[in-house]
């Protein structure tokens, strides 16, 4: 009976681990990654209201990604919808990069200031986004079968 269990166990604690991470790279890493780069926040030809709005969006981004971990950290099979309600958090902000990549071209945007492409084609952001998308997912996906086996 125990060989059965740590399987489930195991996955609980892979899908939690893969949630905490894609938290951590969509809400903290992507904060740090635009307060450190110098063609974003610290960028002196941007106007103050600008980086304003650029420092509202990643203290936003921060938060959900903080209540999120939280959640996930906190959550066990019995209390899975903390998973499903940090999950959704975290749909929101990435969610909203998938909004704002559609709308680019209307707002006269670029995903990049400097024109950086990975493979001659991918936006390093769309690479980052989309991997914490795919972790969340998949760490979800993991929590849920746990959570609807108990």
């Given amino acids: 009976m125990s060989s059965e269990r740590a399987p489930s166990s195991t996955a609980w604690a892979a899908g939690k681990a893969l949630c905490i991470l894609s938290a951590v790279a969509y809400g903290l890493l992507t904060g740090l990654i635009d307060i450190l780069d110098p063609h974003h926040l610290r960028n002196p030809d941007w106007p103050g209201h600008a980086r304003f709005h650029l420092l509202w969006q990643i203290s936003a981004g921060a938060l ?87």
């Fill in 64 to 150: 959900g990604a903080v209540a999120s971990i939280y959640l996930f950290w906190t959550a066990t099979p019995r209390t899975v919808e903390r998973v499903r309600t940090g999950a959704f958090l975290g749909a929101l902000h990435i969610g909203g990069f998938i909004l704002a990549a559609v709308f680019k071209s209307a707002a006269g945007a670029e995903f990049d200031a400097g024109g950086r492409v990975l493979l001659g084609f991918l936006p390093p952001n769309m690479l980052h986004l989309g991997t914490s998308a795919a972790l969340l997912f998949a760490g979800v996906s993991l929590c849920h079968k746990k959570g609807a086996a108990t």
